[in-house]
């Protein structure tokens, strides 16, 4: 009996210890610096077209040794995009229920941090290991309302 006693306490130990390990650790400091981070709604203009939140990430400093990955941001983990005109310029991309085509699932996705709305996590890896940085006071822009598709003649 002991022994059952001595084997789950120590099973149940490690399940706990494994678990903790597994938490995300947040950096105090990124290895990046950042302009003013924001996020704009945007609604297309057909119906059925979609709508979505980006987020951009302006960067001011070299990224020499790392590469940005991905976001998290409210209840979203998204891919972080550059565009080759812009390649400062970090964009993650989210999609919404509002006018989408029938049939559009919303991926949302219970992420492993406490985030208040204005607030994102962004991973990086630096020197192959992944890293985790909070950003605070994100801002939101004026939504983009984008005109609807000229008439066809």
């Known amino acids: 009996m002991q022994f059952f006693k001595y084997l789950s306490v120590t099973v149940l130990s490690s399940v706990l210890f494994m678990q903790c390990s597994s938490t995300k650790q947040l950096q105090k400091e990124a ?12 609604v297309a203009g057909v119906k059925g077209g979609g709508s979505g939140i980006n987020v951009f990430i302006p960067i001011t400093s ?10 998290y941001f ?3 983990k998204m891919a972080l995009q550059t565009q080759p005109n812009n ?4 964009i ?4 919404t229920k509002a006018n989408q ?6 991926e949302t996705t219970k ?11 962004v991973s990086y890896i630096e020197n192959n290991d992944i890293k985790y940085y909070k950003i605070e006071n994100i801002i939101e822009k004026p939504a983009e309302q984008y005109p609807s598709a000229p008439p066809k003649n």
């Open 31 to 42: 290895s990046f610096k950042t302009d003013q981070v924001y996020y704009q709604s945007w």
């Open 62 to 71: 070299e990224l020499k040794t790392l590469k940005l990955d991905s976001l």
């Open 74 to 76: 409210r209840q979203y």
């Open 87 to 90: 390649p400062n310029l970090y």
């Open 92 to 95: 993650g991309r989210i999609l």
């Open 101 to 106: 085509q029938e049939g559009f699932k919303e």
């Open 111 to 121: 992420i492993p941090f406490d985030l208040q709305p204005n607030e994102a996590v």
